[in-house]
Structures are given as C-alpha cells and as structure tokens.
C-alpha cells in the first residue's frame, strides 16, 4: 500500500469500548495505523509536522469502524445483485471498515484461490473484506473444505451460510477440525427438514396468507443438536457461532450452553430486533428472509438479549437482490434484504433513544464484539498500534432514509422512508478515508 | 468473552410495542407516487365492505334477470384477460361466460401453452396483456398473493380466481348468494346482522383451502357463526385467529348438530406436501354420509366449492341428495362473476364515486344504481 497522508482526528468524543475510553480526545493516524491517542489539543504540534489532514469532529462521536461479520457480497458471479466495489461503498457509508463477506457466491468460496481473489486490491474494497469460506465442499454439507489452508489465505470463519451444515457426523468433524484450525464454525441454524416450501414464521399471518410457515423449532432444535456435539467432544474447544439469530427458544440455549462453559456466540440482524411477522403485510418481498421475521415474543426476546448482554453482536445479514428478483411472486423471491447503510440508525434509534442503551455499548455491539467474535486482530478498537478504522459520525442527527440513494447495487429493504438516528461524516479505513457525507466539513 | 465483559450492571427494560420513533417516516411508496389500488379489483373478500357487498349480490341479480341481447351491450368489446397458471373447470369457465355475457372479449392464458412455459415472469406477462388491450385481469395462480404483484405491475382491477392457499373472494360471494337463496329468501340488502342465527361449518382439508378463508373472512362480517372442523394436520389451531366469528370444534357430528349450512372441502392432495392423511380415519371421522346428516343435521343445506371426489369427504348419495346445492352454486358463480366483472371494468358505477365525469366509460350510464332494489331494475 502506498503511504497515506497522516489525519488528525480533533475535538471528538472518543468511544473505545475495548480500551475503556469515553472521554474528548484527538487522535493521530499514521501508515494505517493509529499512532497516537491524545487529550484534546496535546497532538496539534506532531500533526502540523507531520503534515496531517485535520478532521474536526467537534460534538462528534469518533468510535473504532463498525465491523459486520456477517454479509453477502455477492462476488464471484452474482454482480448483478452487488459487487464487492459497491457493497463495501455501501459498508463504508454505513459506517463499517470491516465486513466479512459469507461464501455463498458462484461458485460457492470453498477455495484458498477465491478466498485471496475476493480480497485482491483489483475488486475495488473501499473497506476491509475478511471472507468466510464455505464449510463443506460447494456447501453440500458432505465433504469438508480445507480449513488449514483456507485460513492462511485470510478466511477469518467457515460456514456453509444459506444452508445449514445439518448431517450430525460432518458438523461433529466440522467443529473439531476448526477448532483444530482454530476458525470458529458459523452455524445457518435452520432444520431444513422442517421448512421444506416455507416462506415466513409459522403462525396467525401465515395462515391467514396462505403460506407455508417455518416453525421455530426449527432454528432451536439445530442449535441444541449444535450445542449438543459441542459438550461432547472432548480434548478440542470448538468455538460455534450461530449466524442471524431469531428465535427466544433459540437464545435460551445460547445462555445455557455459556452457563456450562462452552464457546458459543451469536449474532442478531436489526431486522430481528426491529420487526415482526406482521412487516410481511400483503406479501412484501422486502420483509422476507431467512430466517424470517418472527413473532412478538421472540423479537422482544431479541431485544432483551442485546439489552442484557447474550447477545454478542449485531450483524446485518446484507443480503442484496436485484429488483426484478424481489419483484416475484413472494413463494419465489429470493430470501434476504439490505442492511448495511441502516444498521447504525436503527441500533441507536432503538437501542440507544428509546431503550437507553448508552452509546458505548452500541459501538461495543456493532464494533469491539464482532471484532472480538471471529478474533480481527486490531479492529474493533482504536487503542495506539491498532489499525486506524474508525466511524466519526453525529450520534444527534436525524435523517430520512431513502433506498433509492443507497450506495448498494440493490434496494431491497424493508427501511425506505424510515428515520435514522445517527449520520455518518467520516468512515476512515486503515488511515485512508472510505466515505465523507456532504455535510462533512 | 466480550459480551459478559460489556454487560452493564442496571438493564434497561423492554417497553412494548416499537417505540414511535421507529416507524417510518414517509408513507408507504405506494401513497406517495399515488398508485392507490385500482378500484374494482377483489383479491381478497376484506377488499370489499358490506356494502359493496350488498352492491355486487344486487348487480349480480340485475344482470342475471336482464334480456340477454341488452346484457351484451354493456361490455360490449372490451377486453378482459383470463390467466390461468393452475388447473380450474368451474372458475374458469364461469368467469369467461360472465364476461362473454356482457359482451367482453375474453382471452385464455394458461401457462401450459404460453410464453410463461418459456419463463416469462408474472409481472412481464401483466404488462403484455395490457398492452394487448386488457382492462382487467383474471387471475388464478399457484402462488398466495401473486394477484398483488399482478395488481402493483399493471394498475389493471385484478380478479382473484383463487391464489395458492390465501383466497377465493368469488367463491365465498357466490356461497354467500347461495345461502342468501335459501335461508334469506334471496335478498341482496345484506348487512351485518343478515345472517345472524346462522352456523357454517366448513369440514376438511382448512389449512389448504383458499375457500375456507375467504368464507371464514367473508360470512362472520354478516353475522354468521363459522365453525371450522377438521383433523389437526388439516387444521391448526391458529386458523381460529383468522377473524372474530371463527370457532374450531374438532367433532363433526357435534359441528353438524349446531349448524344451517355445511361446506365440505376436498382434501388438496396436491398441496399436502409430505402430510400424511390416513384416509380411513378421515372418513370414519368427516364424511359427510346419510346416516350422519340425517342424525345431525337434517335440515342443514350441503355445500361443496368442487371438484368433489365421491367417497371421501362425502357420499354419492349425499352429493346428489335433496339437500345438496352443489349444482346450485356452480349457477350463482356466473351471476356473481359478471357482477365482479361489471365493477372491475367500471369503476365509477357508484353515485359517490362519480367524481371523475370524463373518465367515466360509456357503459356507466346503463348500470342501475347499486342501491336500487333488485325489482325495479329488472323491469327497467
């Protein structure tokens, strides 16, 4: 990479739940990297020496780059719905520097080759792409990948996302040879015996639309099944993720299972914790995902698992679809929405505004404890030394979201119109800036 | 791990439901361009209220006593498309000898014999029949909800002609008028005490029947009581919650002893999607047979939306016995359709919605006002 001009970040709050900082401080990045981590007006010499751009976040919060572990870049093979250039343009807006991008392309990313292609400087990253490469050959769930070299060509995870791993026997060796590797294994939790032509959450509204409903226990059940192997293997310590969590019945196993000690994490896209069922309305394609938008009770319980800390992170699911795709049938339209430009306003307009979340813990969520999850070695974080990822935004702003002007090649979302709170006026990835909004000085 | 680490000591609680600073800002896409739902569509029976309702049942009755000859003038020419991606012998049939009746010009799409065999999606093949000249749409599909995309994609008035497992509006006006015959001496005056008193049972297969929900939606809205019967695996306990009036009893013998009218559903073997049936059972459980409705219900009228199969989930005898109004509601279906038909190509026939003179199509003035009682129109 080519030397990049020094930035001097001044007059902000700085958000750095790893180091435990909440205070005014100015911070200098250098070559990627932070250099330096100042009371506010300490750093002004060096930075005038050294030449530095000067950002001014006065009334700001500067927090490390949000990082998303868990999208859908679509590269190799689908650029009609995203490209990895528009889906990390959509990132960065969104205030991410890190996302890791599932292996569900075409073909399926179960290689060492398209793992380092997707992360080659010819895509047009505007942040940090980390993959997660498939967990079983072509995701077949039959014959597992190459973990070892999978790994050292920057697979941060495997995961056969999309589709669960479901046979017993290869998740049993699917858990011991990553924990052997040292990748945790990302679990698509959904028993797909039981949602065969199913298109929404099982209950009142599926019934009375006519459609196929998905029952809960079909998420729950495999995660206990996951949970189950997990405590029986012995003289290894896997680590199991679960992607997307939706489901009460599912959360409580989580809990359990870290009650008795095992490594168990979990995700919840903002859509769970936002929406219900009743989104689908009179068939909305753009309020039908996999796993799909749940009962009450069980996006309460969501919410209740971020609030009092199950949860250990928020991941946005970015699922893009073209237009005409979602324009089908809703039994025929392809599962999934866009999340990356929201996921920020959402968080703090429901987890911060109207549940008092502090904004610490936000970050924390959307920030340290991804990072912390599949172990991104200095993101998530803006301690001296670590990479200089950071999201300076206005933790007050309001503003109105429009899909049309998504930075994303797709546009469907369930979140067009909606307020957001919290506006993005910098992402900076490894010192380079990656967005500015126009009401950025 | 970190998400024990960031734990915060006091947790904030859960206030119940989304907090108003959450919902969207702007109205839905669909306010905001205007595209409001074009009027005269009917994809679902709570698209109409009961007075129009009232309007349809008086239109339908009009027009089926109207002079043949005149009753072609009314339509006379326009286009209404028939699109058809699933099998269907009543429907069909009696929706394009509805139309014919007006005088429309009726064109058949089935997907068998079409560029949808070729993989044209729904919505291209709403906007080539449109630009073929349709003003309407009749729309059977395989898929719940599919006549709103067909609706969204061409602004055409859509009929349902039944979509997968969601509705079949013009079978429950067509059941309605039926019964109407029966038990209310024909009266198209309906409001929502018309049917009070009166218990449908509707018994089988619930949970894959279109036909089920749209009565189930339809008759509790004019008073009615609908007891919905069936083994579990048919029907679920969350069907009561489709609406205020629904009740499940799962004993057919006691649904039968409280009811007027009783609906038997076919079992959609087509649809059961790895369900197992046991056939006996069922039988022994829900046939409609003579022994049992003559001990249950003797005097309750006997409906069936067809195709029956003989034997299953009723007899022979029972299908072609007295009480049987099978037949009889295969003939309301056509009065019905041209009714829905004449609204959906006339969008202005109401006095209040007379707002827009000049849009107003030429055929306008020769429907009788919907409030005009049904003789009157007749000898005009």
Known sequence: ?441 | MPARKAAAPSQPTLPSPLPPTLQPALPKPAEVDGSVRPRGSVISVLDLSTADVASILAQATRLENEDPLARMKRLLKRRVALLFYESSTRTRTSFELAAKSLGADTALISSQSSSIEKGESLKDTGITLKALGAECIILRHLSSGAPYLLEASTGLPILNGGDGMHEHPSQALLDLRTMLAHLRDGTAEVDETTLQGVTVTICGDILHSRVARSNALLLPRLGAQVILCGPTALLPEIAAQIGPGVTIERDFEKALAASQVVMMLRIQAERLSGLHVDLEEYKSRYQANSARMDKFAANALLMHPGPIIRGLELTSEVADGPRSLIAEQVRHGVAIRMALVARALDRFEDKDHATKPTEKPATTDQLAHPKTPAKKARRG
Request: glycine share 10%; charged share 20%.
């Open chain 1, 1 to 441: 990479m080519s030397p990049t001009t020094p930035i001097l970040i001044r007059g902000g709050r700085l958000i750095d739940p790893a180091a435990g900082v909440d205070a005014e401080r100015d911070i200098l990045l250098r070559d990627g990297r932070v250099a330096a981590v100042e009371a506010p007006g300490k750093l002004k010499s060096s930075a005038k020496q050294e030449n530095a751009e000067i950002l001014d976040a006065t009334g700001l919060i500067v927090a490390p780059g949000l990082v998303d572990i868990h999208v859908h870049l679509r590269e190799p093979g689908q650029g009609h719905k995203e490209t990895i250039a528009t889906g990390t343009a959509a990132a960065a807006a969104g205030g991410f520097t890190s996302v890791c991008a599932m292996p569900n392309t075409v073909p399926v990313n179960d290689s060492p080759e398209t793992t380092r292609w997707m992360q080659s400087p010819e895509r047009g990253a505007k942040i940090r792409v980390f993959p997660i490469a498939a967990a079983t050959r072509g995701s077949m769930g039959e014959k597992l990948t190459e973990f070892g070299s999978l790994k050292a060509a920057g697979a941060v995870g495997v995961s056969d996302d999309g589709k669960p791993i479901l046979g017993e026997a290869i998740m049993h060796q699917a858990l011991t040879v990553a924990a052997r590797a040292g990748l945790p294994v990302i679990q698509h939790a959904e028993d797909t015996r039981l949602t065969g032509g199913c298109s929404m959450n099982a209950g009142a509204r599926a019934f009375r639309l006519g459609l196929r409903g998905m029952p809960i226990e079909a998420e729950s059940g495999l995660v206990e099944r996951d949970i189950r192997l997990l405590g029986s293997l012995h003289g290894v310590r896997p680590h199991l993720h679960v992607a997307h969590m939706s489901t009460a019945a599912a959360l409580e196993a989580v809990r359990k299972a870290r009650r008795n000690g095992l490594h168990v994490t979990c995700e919840v896209a903002p859509h769970h914790f936002l929406l219900t069922e009743e989104a689908v309305g009179d068939y909305n394609t753009n309020a039908k995902m996999n796993p799909p938008l749940r009962a009450q009770s069980d996006r309460d319980a969501m919410l209740q698992g971020i609030l009092d800390g199950v949860v250990d992170c928020i991941a946005t699911d970015h699922a893009p679809h073209a237009a005409h795709e979602k324009e089908q049938e809703f039994e025929r339209a392809p599962n999934g929405i866009t999340g990356l430009e929201t996921a920020l306003g959402l968080t703090l307009g429901l987890l911060h505004k109207a549940h008092r979340l502090p904004i610490g813990r936000v970050v924390s969520l959307l920030s340290t404890q991804p990072a912390a999850v599949l172990a991104l070695k200095g993101r998530g974080t803006l301690a001296v030394g670590s990479f200089a990822d950071v999201a300076i935004f206005d933790a007050k702003k309001e503003w109105i979201f429009h899909a049309a002007g998504s930075k994303s090649k797709s546009k469907n979302t369930p979140f067009d119109g909606w307020t957001m709170l919290g506006e993005i006026r910098w992402t900076i990835s490894e010192g380079r800036i990656a967005y500015k909004s126009e009401t950025a000085g």
